[in-house]
């Protein structure tokens, strides 16, 4: 797989701690700052399908956004998911962060120090 890709918020506080960790460990990444490089509908699927995770898992539910949508109501289920995943793609903020792809193609959200550590021991169980 390729390096570690980090989606990130210069303004979040979780995202800035995830990179400093990173760089405390020598880890190669590149950064991706999804507000303003804004991920399509195939990448958030991709980045999933890496976190083993559902689109509402990674939603962040109390931002303004997520409140115009109305999206505490909205279903939670397969039927729903294109619904969700459309509204991450328009609406980046409500994509939950730091989200790390490890080297191993695998994901996590790195909003912890052990979340972030995952990620780089994932990477080189596979180097």
Do not use: F
């Not at 949508?69 to 909205?74: P, R, T, Y």
């Not at 980046?92 to 080297?103: E, F, V």
């Amino acid at each position: 797989m390729g390096p570690m890709e980090i989606w990130i918020n210069p303004a979040c506080s979780k995202c800035r701690s995830a990179l400093s960790l990173l760089d405390a460990e020598g880890a190669s990444y590149t950064v991706r700052r999804y507000l303003e490089d804004v991920p399509t509908e195939e990448e958030i699927r991709a980045v999933l399908e890496r976190l083993g995770l559902e689109p509402w898992d990674i939603t962040r539910t109390g931002e303004p956004a997520a409140k115009e949508l109305g999206l505490a109501s909205w279903p939670r289920e397969e039927a729903a998911r294109d619904r969700w995943v459309a509204a991450l793609a328009t609406h980046p903020r409500l994509i939950q962060r730091p989200l790390i792809t490890a080297d191993d193609g695998s994901a996590v959200v790195g909003r912890s120090e052990e979340a972030v550590r995952e990620a780089l021991e994932r990477g080189k169980d596979g180097a």
